[in-house]
C-alpha cells in the first residue's frame, strides 16, 4: 500500500471488515432471488386456486341446474394472464 500508512491490524480489520460486507452483499442476492422464486411460486398457487374454484363453482351450478346427471362436463382453460390481469 503505496502512501498509506495503516497497521497491520487496522489492514486486517479493513480486509475482515470487507469480507464481511461482500457476504453481506451476497446474501442480499440470494435472498432477492429467493423472494422472487417463491412470489413466482405463489402466484402459480394463485392461478391453480382460482381455476379449482372455476372448475367447481361450474360443477355445482350444472348440478343445481341440471339435478344429478351422466352428462359430462367441459370446461374451459383460463390463461394465467387473464386471472392475474395481465
Known amino acids: ?10 489492514a486486517l480489520i479493513l480486509k475482515v471488515y470487507n469480507i464481511w ?3 453481506r452483499s451476497m446474501k442480499d ?5 429467493h423472494d422472487a422464486h417463491f ?3 405463489l402466484d402459480s398457487l394463485k392461478v391453480s ?4 374454484t ?7 351450478k350444472n348440478v343445481s341446474n341440471d ?5 359430462f362436463m367441459t370446461f374451459t382453460a383460463i390463461q394465467p394472464e387473464e386471472i392475474m390481469g395481465g
Open 21 to 23: 460486507l461482500w457476504q
Open 29 to 33: 442476492e440470494e435472498r432477492a432471488h
Open 49 to 52: 386456486m382460482i381455476c379449482i
Open 54 to 60: 372455476s372448475m367447481l363453482e361450474q360443477t355445482f
Open 1 to 10: 500500500m503505496i502512501g498509506w500508512n495503516i497497521s497491520p491490524q487496522k
Open 39 to 41: 412470489q413466482e411460486e
Open 67 to 71: 339435478g344429478p346427471s351422466n352428462q
